[in-house]
Structures are given as C-alpha cells and as structure tokens.
C-alpha cells in the first residue's frame, strides 16, 4: 500500500513530509516504518515523547484509565484531573490549573487569563507584547500572538492586541509598553524560532520591569517545560518566576493535552469565562500524572541535563570537522545544528536513509528534541549517524 499517495490524496498538507516515511511502531526511542525499517528518533514527535514511544508505564496508565472513566463533563469533579492540577501545583510556584487539549489552546486561555486582568486590574488594558521569531500556535489569536509574519500572511486581518519586540531585548519591551499593556508573553528559549537563548539578565530586566507596572510575564512553555531544558520548568534555570505558564507538548507523552497554570492573584477565571469539553478528561490526566511521576522519580530533567551536555559537546566538536557548520546550540535536549547555507534538507535526508530521524528546523539548520529517557550511547549512536550525514553531503 502506498500510504504517503493515500495520504497527500484525502488529507490537507499540514508539516511539508519531504521524506514519505510512514511509521506504524515505536519503543523507546526507535520507530519502524511500514516496510520495517528501524530509525533512531531525534525528534519525538516534536519534543512530545517524553518517555519515548510506547512506554509500559504509560501504556498502563492509559490502558487502566480506559477501562476505569474515559471522559465526562466539566460540570463533575474527576480524580484524575484534581490529581494533576495537584501535581502540577506542588512542583511549580503556581497555585491553580487550567486544562486543554494543546499547545496553542494553552496560550490562548493564557491570554484570555491576562486580558481579564487588564480589566479586573490595569484600567481595561488588554495589549500583550510577544517577541520576534516567537511561535505560539495557529490558532487565529496564535497567529496573531505569533511574532513570524510567514505564519500571519494568509490570514489576515490578524486578531488586534499583540506587539511584537525584538527578542533578548528588554529595552524594547520597555519601550513598547503603553497603558493599554497587560502582559508579555515569552518562551523562557524560542523552540520553532530557532533554538534562541537569551542572554543572562534579560529574563531579570523583563521581570523587573513587568513587577514595576504591574504586568503580568507568562511563558511560553510548551516546548522548553516538563524537563527538556534540564529542570522541570525552564523558568527555574533563569532566576526568576513568571505569573502564569503554557504548557502541552511533553505533558502527556504524546497524549493530547495542554494547560497553563497561573499564580493566585492573577488566577481570575471565573466560571463559564473559559472551557473546554475535552479538556483535563480523566484519560488524558491519567496519562500527564503516569509521565509527571515518572519524570520527577526518575529525575529526567537532571538526566535531560546531562544527556544534553553530551550531545550539546558532540555536536560542537561536528563544527572543527566541517567548516560549513556555523555553531551548535541549545539547552538539556532541546538543541540546533546551524549551518552557514541550506544544507538542512539534504543532510536530513542523508540521515533519513541510515536510519536517524531529525528535524529540519530552518533551510540552514537542524533540530534535536529526542525522549528525555535517551541514553548517551543512543546520542553517540545519533550523532554518529549525523556525522556520517554529513561527510556525505560536504563532499558533493
Ligand atoms: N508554543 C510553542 C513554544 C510551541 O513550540 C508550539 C508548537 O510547536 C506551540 C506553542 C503550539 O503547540 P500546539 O501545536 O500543541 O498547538
């Protein structure tokens, strides 16, 4: 069967799927493809699978869960989502939950949360300022939130009440704010905007700046949360705490769920002003609870840390042996290999053929989000592979 011919023929074009792959299994960090061929995965479905695929832990979760209460109404209490909120809460210096199915839901109750702020608090100001190269969802706000106008383009007129800032540049949020400002909303490092860590201090100046007007700082932290970076939260690697977080992506391992949590004075949803049908089911809470304690028993985010480090050297030591490769970059196991031109789409599929799925992130550079359970001689394995890549593809 020629699933990608199927596939292109009954399914809008969301990702560009250059390589045709169609993969039916997954354990750990590896997936078979339809014809059985094995490929070590450096992408994980985009900095989901946390616990890698197919988990027994998480199977189980799941499977038990399944049988027990799948989903009911938000008008009734369930354990599991009081569980997680719980869960969520005490590892974070968050005091309330909120729960939805993604990435972009999460940042839009976010925004929702901080426009009603502005009218219980700041006089009506409803104006969030996000950052270039920023990615917050497609959602038509996200896309406004957005702050990359390939996303915007098609799909104009874009949702009013978002200003974009050059990001790591505290001066600019500064200069930016007016009084109709309630919020900046921030990833603590772009993911999709290219892997881009701010320098030391900025989080402080924006921080500082936020608490002197009284605005709220939110992050972003769908991509770079539950341990990726190398502690739970990014933010706790930066020095100070936001009032509100996104979250989705790893949450659940690859089961659909997104939330944000909020400090106590800025938790100001009231019932009826946010919801969502799916959101926090049991099912989808019993499998965030089965990856959070997992994560936080197994210390993954310190492991992400170390694996991380690891990977992080090996891809710099890559650069002295091909003088096309501009810097490697990242944090824990959110990294990017940058080239000086497009080689990104030629080195991926030169990785592709011998089995290592990666990311092409950019035209010039590649991303790597592999499950936090990854062991180092996976990554040697991987980049092994890369650098067979690319010497393949510096000799054409
Ligand atoms: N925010 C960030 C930082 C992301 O990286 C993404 C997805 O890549 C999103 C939001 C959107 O998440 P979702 O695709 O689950 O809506």
Redesign the pocket.
Known sequence: MNWPELADKCIMPMASRRQAITLVRGQGVRVWDDAGKEYLDLVGG??VCTLGHCHPVLVKAIAEQAQTLMHISNQFYSIPQTRLAELLVKNSCFAKAFFCN??????EGMVKLARKYGKLKLGGAYEVITALN??????LA?VAATGQPKYQEAFTPLTPGFVHVEFNNAQAIKKAATRNTCAVML?PI???GGVNIPDDGYFQEVRAFCDERGLLLMF?????GLGRTGSLFAYEQLGVEPDAI?L??GLAGGF?V?AFLAKAPCAVLAPGDHASTYGGNPLACAAAIAVLNYTLERNLPQHAKEMGSHFLARLQALKGRFPFIQEARGRGLLLALQFKEDLADAVQEACTRRGLLVNRLRPSALRFMPPLIITRDEVDEGVDILEKALAEVGRK
Do not use: I, L
Not at 102 to 107: I, V
Not at 134 to 139: K, L, M, N
Not at 220 to 224: A, G, I, K, L
């Open positions: 985009w900095a993604s990435g972009a839901e999460a940042n920023s990615f917050h969802g497609r959602t996200m990833e772009q993911g999709e972003d932290e769908v991509q770079t996104a989705a992506k659909p997104g």
